[in-house]
């Protein structure tokens, strides 16, 4: 039923839809609702590694809307399971500007444990 949904509304309206997954394989997960390979992706569940997941997802958004071609990059995805570094220059121009300050709230050190009575 969900297949159908998405696929309804791909069709109908031109929506995008991103499926990422953690500690999954998402992109079979994503399949069987109709999102394609390249909009899925798989993240290890570890700070640094959500952090790369939700960037290459605001770098997905931003040239979705811009119109050009959304997909998950191979850099991407080995930094969303743990491998590579930073993104790259080519990255950053690619998504924009905009993009990583959609998520920067993410990259903000944890706050303390408050105290316990």
């Not at 031109?14 to 992109?27: I, K």
């Not at 570094?85 to 990255?91: A, F, I, K, M």
Request: charged fraction near 30%; hydrophobic fraction near 40%.
């Amino acid at each position: 039923m969900i297949a159908d949904r998405i696929d309804h509304q791909r069709n109908k309206y031109s929506w995008e839809f991103v499926f990422l997954g953690a500690n999954q394989d998402a992109v079979v997960t994503a399949r069987g609702m109709n999102i394609p390979r390249r909009a899925a992706m798989t993240f290890c569940a570890a700070p640094p590694q959500t952090v790369a997941a939700w960037e290459a997802a605001g770098d997905f958004l931003v040239r979705a809307r811009r119109g050009l071609g959304a997909d998950f990059s191979d850099e991407q995805r080995a930094r969303a399971m743990g491998g590579g570094e930073n993104r790259t220059d080519e990255e950053k121009e690619r998504s924009g500007k905009d993009a990583s300050s959609v998520l920067s709230w993410l990259r903000r050190k944890p706050r303390s444990a408050a105290p316990q009575p």
